[in-house]
């Protein structure tokens, strides 16, 4: 009999239409956002309502006071643009103080970790600048969803339940907005933050007091977030509140209602790669963005096309380039505003032609950045012994994949493309449940982007006042022969530019669609440091799932690769979207235990 479906095994199909597509890392946002798309907002309003949707059903992964880079193709403009909601360190956030405080690096959790919020200017900046509808209409849903509640998923009641103790012991007011009846709440629980409900509705109505110009409304939004009543709970609760950290001591904040009201997200254009009939958009150097770029640059020396992508020697090409280019991400970058970056040089042929002499058969396990003469700094590398745990008691770092690559709890993603060709990549994160407490005037808790810090002068990405920190988010766009053509991304920390790396290998070399590149077996290598507290790395480490086959591992392993094997659907959580022509086409992870859906 013949086969009446050839096409190859995916979790689900590849969603295709003409109207537009979302799809995020959670059903009811991805819901959501679709929603807006057909009461007749762009991809950028329903962008807004994807994600103050994320911050409350996915509190373990992203919050209000946290960051975002956002990647635009607007057709209006006809540009690529990037967002970048990246706060800054407060202006009390010097090396002096965190040094009279006695710590040799930022702490992974608590006050001292926190930047300005990044997100809800960010917001704001969308939708005033290049969305159409009204601030009600985007942040309705979440006031809904925080006040009647949404069903938790098993990792957020998991990641509860992790620090439970230590909420009831020292973060006493996230007890009492994530203990609710003095328990851990059960997988499935309707679940509601009144106080989160209550903030936003009450800038929602703050807002619709400047009358019914929509861009007065949004002003008036901003100035309740960063001068009026917002700033002024997380000023209250920075100066006056000791919190225990993952130090192991309890420390005052730094962040005062002034750092909120001095900044602004900007605007910038994206730094791209020409990868064949490809040009890869990512944000700048302080994020982890460029990482990808000069995976690229390196992996174009190299011939993909026919290999299997499951295969070792596709496997082992990736991982060696992503070893070098993550060694120079630790030397080099940091905020370009305060250190000059050489990202021409880093990204150019003939610096990355000599990096990929230095890749052969054999799985490197030294730690090697590049040489660009007056630039970098000399890299300490931390050495981790045996597993890394991925949350700990204290909710230290963002945690992101553990030992088999399990996903605990670490960032949001989405990507969006509406009828027009309108595009949006967005990773939020930040401000997790579990990075620090509750502020009880407001119902969320601050960010603890700040541990990506050095407390070293002449280090690229040393802590100063007002500099950003080098981000790990990292969403992408791309171009195919001059057109806007792919937005893609996915959580995971240092992961995130490896995961979305392969996924567009076999999308590009392998011809697979978006859900089957979702779908293929994946891995990460942990052979560079961790961006969060404690900074440590694993060299040759290389963690695979399950469904890679034996064959591939027996090889790697003989090649000189440390061969951990995970779980079959535990490494990352991809999503992504396409437009060509009239089409729009949308992929989503399959993998872990929150029923992630695409959008149609």
């Known amino acids: 009999m013949s086969n009446i479906n050839p096409d190859p095994f995916t979790t689900r199909p590849e969603i295709e239409g003409t109207f537009g597509v979302v799809t995020s890392t959670h059903w009811i946002a991805t819901a959501v956002g679709m929603a807006t798309l057909e009461k007749g907002g762009n991809a950028f309003d329903a962008g807004v309502a994807t994600a103050f949707t994320l911050q409350v059903v996915e509190p373990h992964l992203n919050g209000p006071g946290g960051d975002v880079p956002i990647i635009v193709h607007d057709t209006r403009r006809g540009r690529t643009e990037v967002i970048c909601g990246q706060g800054p360190a407060p202006s009390g956030a010097t090396i002096a103080h965190y040094r009279s405080e006695g710590l040799e690096m930022v702490p992974g959790t608590g006050l001292l970790a926190a930047c300005v919020p990044g997100t809800f200017e960010s917001w704001m900046l969308l939708l005033r600048d290049y969305g159409t509808l009204r601030l009600r209409d985007v942040l309705e849903p979440a006031i809904a969803y925080a006040r009647d509640g949404y069903p938790l998923v098993e990792r957020a009641s998991a990641t509860i339940a992790i620090v439970e103790q230590m909420f009831r012991k020292y973060w006493t007011t996230s007890a009492a907005v994530y203990l609710p009846n003095n328990e851990v ?3 499935g629980t309707l679940f509601t933050n009144k106080t989160l409900s209550e903030t936003y509705a009450r800038i929602l109505k703050e807002a619709e007091s400047a009358g019914a110009d ?10 309740a977030w960063s001068h009026g009543f917002v700033a002024e709970a997380i000023d209250k609760f920075c100066r006056t509140q000791e919190i225990m950290d993952v130090s192991g001591s309890p420390h005052r904040g730094v962040l005062s209602a002034d750092d909120m009201a001095r900044w602004q997200p900007g605007v910038e254009a994206p730094l791209t790669y020409d990868y064949g009939r490809y040009t890869v958009c990512k944000a700048g150097v302080w994020s982890q963005g460029p990482v990808m770029l000069q995976q690229l640059a390196l992996l174009k020396g190299f011939e993909l096309d026919g290999l299997d992508p499951a295969g070792p020697e596709f496997i082992h090409l990736q991982v060696e380039c992503a070893k070098l280019a993550f060694a120079d991400r630790e030397k080099f970058y940091g905020d370009p505003n305060f250190t000059e970056i050489p990202i021409a040089t880093l990204l150019s042929d003939a610096y990355n032609d000599e990096r990929r002499k230095l890749i052969s058969d054999k799985a490197s396990l030294d730690f090697v950045p590049g040489s660009v003469e007056g630039f970098g700094s000399v890299v ?9 745990e991925a949350v700990g008691a204290m909710g230290a770092g963002e945690p992101t994949v553990g030992r088999f690559g399990e996903v605990r709890g670490d960032t949001v993603h989405f990507d969006i493309i509406d009828q027009a060709g309108n595009m949006i990549s967005a990773t939020p994160s930040g401000g997790w449940l579990q990075s620090s407490p509750v502020i009880p005037e407001l119902g969320f808790c601050l960010g603890s982007r700040a541990q990506m810090f050095w407390l070293e002068e002449n280090h690229p990405a040393a802590l100063a006042p007002g500099k950003r920190p080098r981000t790990t988010l990292s969403p992408t766009m791309a171009l195919r022969d001059g057109e806007p053509y792919l937005a893609w991304g996915s959580p995971g920390g240092d992961q995130q530019d490896q995961w979305t790396t392969q996924f567009f290998l076999r999308h590009v070399h392998a011809r697979m669609n978006l859900q089957e590149a979702i779908d293929a ?22 963690v695979v799932e399950n469904r890679v086959p034996k064959a591939t591992v027996d090889t790697l392993k003989s090649r000189g690769h440390i061969v951990e094997t995970g779980p079959d659907w535990s490494e990352g ?14 992929a989503a992870n399959p993998r872990g235990m929150q029923g992630y859906a695409a959008g149609r």
Do not use: D, N, Y
């Open 185 to 187: 709440p059960k997988p």
């Open 214 to 223: 929509r861009v007065a409304q949004i002003e008036r939004a901003r100035k």
């Open 380 to 388: 300490k590398l931390r050495r981790q012994e045996g597993h890394r």
């Open 521 to 542: 077996p994946a891995w990460h290598s942990e052979h560079f440091p961790i961006s969060f507290w404690p900074r440590t790395a694993r060299p040759g480490v290389l």
């Open 573 to 586: 959580r991809l999503t992504a979207a396409s437009k060509l022509g009239r089409r729009r086409r949308a």
